[in-house]
C-alpha cells in the first residue's frame, strides 16, 4: 500500500505536479535524516546529508522505476550522499542525537545513556561499508531483501558485512566494558 502511495505521488510529480514531491520530502525526511546522522555523526551534517538526498532524488525523478520501491531507491541515494560525505570529511565526531530514556532510576538513566553513547561511538568506529549495513538493519529496521536493494549489492553481501561489522562491534565493546 505504501509503495503503492509513493509510486502515485512520483507518477504525478513526473506529470508536473512537483508539489507532490513535497509529500514524499515530508514523509521520508525523518527517516533519511537519521539514517545520515547515524552515518555521519553529526546533527548539522545529517540535516545537510539530507537535504542533498532530496535535491538529487527530485533531480533525477525521471530515472526512477515506478516498479521498484521508492524508499529503497531514496535510501540508496542517502546512502551514497553519506559514504560521499564521510569521505569528504574523514570525522569521527560524535553523534548529536540521543536515544530518549525510558523509565528508571536516574542513576540507570545515566547508564543507559552512557551505553547508548558508547555504542554510538563504536558504531562510527566501523568502515563506511559496515556502518551503513548497521544502520540499515538495527536502526532503520530494514530486512537483508530491502538492504540488498537500497546498497545494489546482494543479499551474502550484505550478510558477510554485517557479520564483520558485528565482531567488530563486539570486540571494542568489550574491550571498554560494555
Given at each position: 500500500?505504501?509503495?503503492?502511495?509513493?509510486?502515485?505521488?512520483?507518477?504525478?510529480?513526473?506529470?508536473?505536479?512537483?508539489?507532490?514531491?513535497?509529500?514524499?520530502?515530508?514523509?521520508?525526511?525523518?527517516?533519511?535524516?537519521?539514517?545520515?546522522?547515524?552515518?555521519?555523526?553529526d546533527g548539522e551534517n545529517?540535516?545537510?546529508?539530507?537535504?542533498?538526498?532530496?535535491?538529487?532524488?527530485?533531480?533525477?525523478?525521471?530515472?526512477?522505476?515506478?516498479?521498484?520501491?521508492?524508499?529503497?531507491?531514496?535510501?540508496?541515494?542517502?546512502?551514497?550522499?553519506?559514504?560521499?560525505?564521510?569521505?569528504?570529511?574523514?570525522?569521527?565526531?560524535?553523534?548529536?542525537?540521543?536515544?530518549?530514556?525510558?523509565?528508571?532510576?536516574?542513576?540507570?538513566?545515566?547508564?543507559?545513556?552512557?551505553?547508548?553513547?558508547?555504542?554510538?561511538?563504536?558504531?562510527?568506529?566501523?568502515?563506511?561499508?559496515?556502518?551503513?549495513?548497521v544502520v540499515l538493519r538495527?536502526?532503520?529496521?530494514?530486512?537483508?531483501?530491502?538492504?540488498?536493494?537500497?546498497?545494489?549489492?546482494?543479499?551474502?553481501?550484505?550478510?558477510?558485512?554485517?557479520?564483520?561489522?558485528?565482531?567488530?562491534?563486539?570486540?571494542?565493546?568489550?574491550?571498554?566494558?560494555?
Amino acid at each position: 500500500m505504501v509503495e503503492q502511495e509513493d509510486s502515485i505521488l512520483v507518477r504525478q510529480c513526473l506529470e508536473g505536479d512537483r508539489a507532490k514531491f513535497g509529500k514524499l520530502v515530508k514523509k521520508y525526511t525523518k527517516p533519511i535524516y537519521n539514517l545520515a546522522l547515524r552515518m555521519v555523526g553529526d546533527g548539522e551534517n545529517a540535516a545537510d546529508v539530507a537535504q542533498t538526498t532530496f535535491i538529487k532524488a527530485f533531480e533525477n525523478l525521471d530515472k526512477f522505476d515506478l516498479n521498484l520501491k521508492f524508499f529503497s531507491w531514496l535510501y540508496r541515494i542517502a546512502i551514497n550522499e553519506s559514504l560521499n560525505f564521510i569521505q569528504k570529511q574523514k570525522s569521527t565526531d560524535q553523534l548529536d542525537e540521543e536515544i530518549p530514556s525510558v523509565d528508571g532510576s536516574p542513576d540507570e538513566q545515566v547508564q543507559r545513556r552512557e551505553r547508548t553513547e558508547m555504542i554510538q561511538q563504536a558504531v562510527l568506529t566501523l568502515t563506511p561499508e559496515q556502518r551503513s549495513v548497521v544502520v540499515l538493519r538495527h536502526f532503520m529496521d530494514l530486512s537483508y531483501t530491502q538492504m540488498s536493494a537500497t546498497l545494489g549489492i546482494t543479499e551474502a553481501r550484505v550478510k558477510s558485512r554485517l557479520f564483520s561489522a558485528r565482531q567488530h562491534l563486539r570486540k571494542l565493546l568489550v574491550k571498554r566494558g560494555l
